[in-house]
Nanobody, 120 residues
Framework: QVQLVESGGGLVQAGGSLRLSCAAS????????MGWYRQAPGKQRELVAG???????NYLDSVKGRFTISGDNAKNTVYLQMNSLKPEDTAVYYC??????????????WGQGTRVTVSS
């Protein structure tokens, strides 16, 4: 079994910063990629930022230059540093990981979500 545990959400004023963390635990042969998605009320879940095992990153256009995704392979942890937050960044943020099991099949796992609220 694999678990993703997120932390770091909260309430912040516009222009402020938050750092989200997501730690993967369990039987993990290899983590192929990790990413952060978000879902605002009444909207579809969208990919905010992703990072591969080779440290290739990609970002949603609206967060480029403000958010930075990084990973710590030794800790099986991914971070999302969010700066210059805007009210439209308000959402529940979910961690996702593509993890290879001992059988070498790759499965997608989700965290429980952490709420980010940006006040104007």
């Amino acid at each position: 079994q694999v678990q993703l545990v997120e932390s770091g959400g909260g309430l912040v004023q516009a222009g402020g910063s938050l750092r989200l963390s997501c730690a993967a635990s369990g039987i993990i042969r290899r983590i192929n990629a990790m990413g952060w998605y978000r879902q605002a009320p009444g909207k579809q879940r969208e990919l905010v930022a992703g990072i591969t095992s080779s440290n290739t990153t990609n970002y949603l256009d609206s967060v480029k230059g403000r958010f930075t995704i990084s990973g710590d392979n030794a800790k099986n942890t991914v971070y999302l540093q969010m700066n210059s937050l805007k009210p439209e960044d308000t959402a529940v943020y979910y961690c996702n990981a593509a993890i290879q099991s001992q059988t070498r099949f790759t499965y997608s796992y989700w965290g429980q979500g952490t709420r980010v609220t940006v006040s104007s």
